[in-house]
């Protein structure tokens, strides 16, 4: 500790001439990125202007420069804002979500594209597909696996009738509340809203405080929060999205029965995008219905030392006892390592389908 005396004054001067500078940076920064925008379209008039693995690749960067007092993570939301902003001088990016308002999925579109992007609420997963597939916003955000309720079939499923790709992923913690309006009896609460998801996630601690509460499923979190607006006698399971937009308050915090809870996304959208030094790549594969299928699909990605993050199983639709398998390893299809297990799987397989290689979540 230094002995001079604390200047206020000082310091708040020495503030006001770093946001100056601040501020001279990040308007230099956006003068770039117009500049890179007129590059891209004299390059190609159909330019794509987002690009996610250099979003990926600048967000690392600055997490590995950062060193404090800033957690590296707050750093890098803080660029990721400032890049939100350039782009959208670009080109502003349309995004379509699994709505209503306030849900964990428009949180988890807002955490990757930032505030700049404009979000549009969807009624339903398919929709969502729907809504890029016509061309009317440019990604779209869906929910594809839980960590503790497990995987979203929709989305799998939607994916099977879609030539849509996917460009990036986002993780979300998911912390749900206990939340009440300014009218609810708080020592009077028999009915409780929620997602069958959410209470799934927070049944033991609702076992152990609400034993007697009547629990009600709804289509969504937001749609909880709304109903509670209007029932003293109700709470619903949330977050704080929905709570911030119905005006709610919490009567307990983070109630879900694992503090690792967390939703994984997906950005999907017409793309494919490139290398960023850490992808991931998901397919899906159709295989003959014989003994050892599912041996035979794995063993190249066994040989090559590829990491498998993910496996799922679903009917595949097109005869009964025909499944399709869901992969998703680390790496990208561009790496010679990726493309030698890819020509090996589509020989053993009635059909692949590369749905995308991605950078893996930043944030
Ligand atoms: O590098 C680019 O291609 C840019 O358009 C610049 C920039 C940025 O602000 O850094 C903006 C949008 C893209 O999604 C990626 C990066």
């Known amino acids: 500790m230094t002995d001079t005396p604390i200047d206020l004054e000082a310091l708040r001067q020495r503030i006001d001439e770093l946001d100056g500078d601040i501020l001279r940076l990040i308007s230099e920064r956006a003068a770039c990125a117009q500049r890179v925008a007129q590059v891209k379209t004299a390059e190609d008039p159909q330019a794509v202007f987002y690009r996610p693995e250099r979003e990926a690749q600048v967000l690392r960067r600055i997490m590995a420069l950062n060193q404090g007092p800033l957690d590296s993570e707050e750093m890098a939301r803080l660029f990721r804002e400032i890049m939100s902003a350039c782009l959208a001088l670009e080109q502003p990016i349309k995004v379509a979500y699994l709505g209503p308002e306030g849900t964990f999925t428009q949180q988890a579109a807002l955490k990757h594209f930032g505030e700049s992007a404009q979000s549009m609420p969807m009624a339903a997963i398919d929709e969502v597909f729907r809504e890029v597939e016509a061309g009317a916003v440019n990604y779209g955000v869906v929910p594809v696996e839980n960590s503790t309720e497990g995987?979203?079939?929709?989305?799998?499923?939607?994916?099977?009738?879609?030539?849509?790709?996917?460009?990036?992923?986002?993780?979300?913690?998911?912390?749900?509340?206990?939340?009440?309006?300014?009218?609810?009896?708080?020592?009077?609460?028999?009915?409780?809203?929620?997602?069958?998801?959410?209470?799934?996630?927070?049944?033991?601690?609702?076992?152990?405080?609400?034993?007697?509460?009547?629990?009600?499923?709804?289509?969504?979190?937001?749609?909880?929060?709304?109903?509670?607006?209007?029932?003293?006698?109700?709470?619903?399971?949330?977050?704080?999205?929905?709570?911030?937009?119905?005006?709610?308050?919490?009567?307990?915090?983070?109630?879900?029965?694992?503090?690792?809870?967390?939703?994984?996304?997906?950005?999907?959208?017409?793309?494919?995008?490139?290398?960023?030094?850490?992808?991931?790549?998901?397919?899906?594969?159709?295989?003959?219905?014989?003994?050892?299928?599912?041996?035979?699909?794995?063993?190249?990605?066994?040989?090559?030392?590829?990491?498998?993050?993910?496996?799922?199983?679903?009917?595949?639709?097109?005869?009964?006892?025909?499944?399709?398998?869901?992969?998703?390893?680390?790496?990208?299809?561009?790496?010679p390592r990726v493309a030698a297990v890819l020509e090996e799987v589509q020989l053993r397989a009635a059909e692949v389908k590369v749905l995308g290689s991605y950078p893996v979540g930043v944030l």
């Open 151 to 335: 995987v979203v079939n929709h989305t799998l499923d939607s994916f099977m009738d879609s030539s849509m790709r996917i460009c990036g992923e986002v993780v979300l913690r998911i912390h749900h509340h206990l939340l009440v309006a300014e009218t609810t009896r708080q020592d009077k609460v028999s009915r409780i809203y929620s997602h069958p998801q959410s209470f799934a996630q927070c049944r033991k601690w609702l076992d152990a405080h609400f034993p007697h509460a009547e629990r009600v499923p709804v289509s969504s979190n937001a749609e909880a929060a709304r109903l509670v607006k209007t029932e003293w006698h109700s709470a619903a399971i949330a977050g704080d999205m929905a709570a911030k937009l119905y005006g709610l308050t919490r009567l307990a915090e983070k109630i879900e029965d694992r503090p690792d809870n967390s939703t994984r996304f997906l950005i999907i959208g017409y793309q494919d995008v490139p290398m960023s030094g850490e992808d991931k790549t998901s397919i899906v594969v159709a295989m003959r219905n014989q003994p050892g299928a599912l041996h035979d699909l794995l063993e190249p990605f066994h040989r090559h030392q590829i990491d498998l993050t993910r496996l799922e199983t679903r009917p595949s639709r097109t005869g009964v006892w025909n499944y399709v398998f869901f992969i998703d390893f680390k790496g990208h299809r561009d790496e």
